[in-house]
Nanobody, 119 residues
């Protein structure tokens, strides 16, 4: 059974940095696309960054140049380095793993980690 556990969230001042980690268990992530999504209060979940099994990355326009997604398949872990944080980055950040099924691409989700950026 696949489990994703996020860590590294917390409270930081605007302009500060945080590094989020997503530790996967129950399955190797080496062949899976991974990503980070976030959800602010009363807003819909949005994609922040994704990384394919081939290490291709994609970022939301709002975080380009500030956030970096990476993966360490040997450690079964995905990271999100967040620099120059803004109050608008405040949200619960969720780790995502995409797995093909017979019918569709299935999304596994972690429990989320809170990131709060104070002004």
């Amino acid at each position: 059974q696949v489990q994703l556990v996020e860590s590294g969230g917390g409270l930081v001042r605007a302009g500060g940095s945080l590094r989020l980690s997503c530790a996967a268990s129950g399955s190797s992530i080496s062949r899976n696309g991974m990503g980070w999504y976030r959800q602010a209060p009363e807003k819909q979940r949005e994609m922040v960054a994704t990384i394919t099994s081939g290490y291709s990355t994609n970022y939301a326009d709002s975080v380009k140049g500030r956030f970096t997604i990476s993966r360490d398949n040997a450690k079964n872990t995905v990271y999100l380095q967040m620099n120059s944080l803004k109050p608008e980055d405040t949200a619960v950040y969720y780790c995502n793993m995409k797995t093909p099924t017979w019918n569709r691409m299935y999304d596994y989700w972690g429990q989320g980690t809170q990131v709060t950026v104070s002004s």
